[in-house]
């Protein structure tokens, strides 16, 4: 069971904010910049993003439900900005994943415990300008 919802609206209105700037520079954090589906506005979003082979890991601590994931499942991928630097990310999916096997051994035990069982899966682009 993915974290609650009203701790997630906390976080976008509060704790976002204050993390944001250092989400881009710090290792396993990013910030996802998507469009709006409807208003086509652009957002950005603090997670934790790891790679694993080819593929980019963001564990969905809040679920698939949020907004930030239906812009990125809807345009086909997103630009994160981590460490610094911005890369194109595309063909998102989403997959139940209660093991988080490809995830860092300090950080499976943590999803775990707050109940995250879905993983946003994509691949890298060519580097976004």
């Known amino acids: ?3 609650p919802g ?4 906390f976080n976008r209105v509060a704790t976002n904010r204050a993390t944001g700037p250092l989400a881009r520079r710090l290792p396993g954090f990013a910030v996802v910049v998507h469009q709006g589906r409807r208003s086509g506005r652009t957002y950005r979003t603090p997670v934790n993003l ?3 082979g080819d593929r980019y890991l963001i ?3 809040y679920g698939r ?3 930030w994931v239906k812009n990125v499942l809807a345009a086909g991928g997103c630009v ?3 460490r610094g630097r911005r890369l194109r990310l595309v063909d998102p999916v989403i997959v139940e994943d209660h093991r988080h096997a490809r995830f860092p051994g300090p ?3 943590v999803l775990a415990a707050i109940g995250v069982t879905e993983t946003m899966e994509l691949r890298g682009s060519a580097p976004s300008a």
């Open 65 to 67: 439900d949020r907004d």
């Open 59 to 61: 564990a969905l601590t």
């Open 50 to 52: 790891f790679r694993s």
């Open 107 to 109: 950080i499976r035990p």
């Open 6 to 9: 009203w701790l997630g609206r």
């Open 80 to 82: 994160v900005v981590t």
């Open 1 to 3: 069971m993915p974290l």
